[in-house]
């Protein structure tokens, strides 16, 4: 299984700005997923970043608010803009395994005042 | 469309027993794959148990097992003489093929509190 770093681990940002979250894989793939869970809630694709491509996002999500970078095989950048409470939320990126499976990173908790 | 539905919002279960968590799914796809994954209080996703649709066997992982009815489309988690560190939510989820890839949708989940 793949190892997945997620950086910031946490962070509480002021409404209105911006935060990128960086993903970081131990091995090559070629697909990245962004997950993001609102408190109490399940997850929720964002959007699946491939290299080399532009990231195809989810029905309710869009690329003004999430910029997704994706400059190699191993890296990938998901940015939430011009944030608000409601984005309070844990950000997850994963990487695909065997058979559809999926490894995650430890996440990333944001707290937006 | 496909959807995943977990109908217990929260488990109790005493140490050593058995517990069974419930998922039923929709899909029209006629390949798909089957996951549980347990998120502790700290957020990770553990990644448990999988269960490919074209599988005979029912899926076993150590204390987990998963009782697999495809004609009723289930995919019931089963846990093994339950201990304290158990105590976790637990999500079903499935995957979902588009041109983009093959990603994953979930259930709503469920709260499982272990007992001394």
């Known amino acids: 299984s793949a190892v997945i770093s997620q950086k910031p681990s946490r962070d509480i940002c002021q409404r209105g700005t911006s935060l990128t979250i960086q993903c970081q894989v131990d091995?090559?793939?070629?697909?990245m997923f962004w997950y993001r869970q609102q408190p109490g809630q399940s997850l929720t694709l964002i959007a699946t970043?491939?290299?080399?491509?532009?990231?195809?996002?989810e029905s309710g999500f869009v690329i003004d608010k999430f910029p997704i970078s994706r400059p190699n095989l191993t890296f990938s950048t998901l940015t939430v803009s011009n944030m608000s409470p409601e984005d309070s939320s844990i950000y997850l990126c994963?990487?695909?395994?065997?058979?559809?499976?999926?490894?995650f990173g430890p996440g990333t908790r944001l707290t937006v005042t | 469309a496909q959807k995943i539905t977990q109908t217990q919002p929260g488990m109790f279960v005493q140490e050593k027993e058995a517990v069974t968590l419930d998922c039923t799914y929709d899909?029209?796809?006629?390949?798909?794959?089957l996951f549980w994954y347990k998120q502790p209080s700290s957020g990770e996703m553990i990644f448990l148990i999988y269960?490919?649709?074209?599988?005979?066997q029912n899926a076993t992982e150590g204390r987990y097992s998963l009782n697999f009815q495809k004609a009723r489309k289930s995919a019931n988690l089963v846990i093994s003489a339950s201990q304290l560190g158990d105590s976790a939510m637990y999500f079903c989820a499935m995957t979902r093929h588009n041109q983009a890839g093959t990603a994953l949708i979930f259930g709503k989940g469920t709260t499982l509190s272990v007992s001394s």
């Open positions: 091995s090559q793939v070629t697909m």
């Open positions: 970043a491939n290299q080399g491509s532009e990231a195809t996002y």
């Open positions: 899909t029209s796809d006629p390949s798909y794959g």
């Open positions: 994963s990487v695909q395994g065997l058979a559809g499976s999926q490894y």
């Open positions: 269960q490919g649709s074209y599988d005979q």
